[in-house]
């Protein structure tokens, strides 16, 4: 999969992103927007392990996001099993130099789009930090709909924090 947007391109990793990965991800702001398996700070070492294990999986639904011929950001699916394999949960994230840019915007209808038309899915869901309400406008610009407030559901950086469940169905 290869989409060329407008401000940039999701296409899939490779082994060569390492550095600039490593270089994106290590960051305490965007980590604060993460689940813990993405980790703080992010070594070449952390970068050469992720890029290993996806570029390995030929079903992997991880792929890059890259602005300006770089790498900034990332966008995959989780593909549920058993009597949830119609369903996958959307993750993003993009480094910090670029938020605020439209990027994401850009990238998540497009990104779902394809992976709808491609991927025998009915459901594709996101949980988003009740306290990163930029990752609920690209959502909800994306026409994700809002699906309930899940209190108290996670801990980040020592903090109880709500998620909030967005979902777009087929």
């Not at 060329?4 to 305490?28: E, H, I, Q, T, Y």
């Not at 996958?88 to 209808?109: K, Q, S």
């Not at 899915?121 to 690209?138: D, H, K, M, Q, T």
Request: aromatic share 10%; with cysteine; net charge positive.
């Amino acid at each position: 999969m290869r989409l060329d947007l407008g401000g940039c391109v999701v296409r899939p990793w490779k082994k060569d992103d390492s550095s600039a990965l490593a270089f994106a991800a290590n960051n305490r702001n965007v980590w604060l927007k993460l689940r813990d398996s993405m980790p703080h700070p992010y070594t070449l070492a952390d970068a050469e392990a992720y890029l290993n294990r996806v570029t390995a999986d030929a079903s992997s639904q991880s792929f890059c996001i890259e602005v300006n011929g770089t790498v900034a950001g990332g966008i995959g699916l989780r593909i549920k099993e058993g009597v949830h394999r119609h369903r996958a949960e959307l993750g993003y994230w993009i480094a910090e130099p670029c938020w605020g840019r439209g990027f994401m915007t850009e990238v998540v209808p497009a990104f779902v789009a394809n992976r709808f038309a491609a991927l025998p899915l009915g459901r594709i869901f996101a949980e988003v930090y009740a306290n990163n309400p930029a990752s609920v406008r690209v959502l909800e610009k994306a026409g994700f709909a809002f699906e309930g407030r899940l209190r108290k559901n996670v801990i980040k950086e020592g903090e109880i924090l709500d998620t909030l469940l967005y979902a777009l169905v087929r």
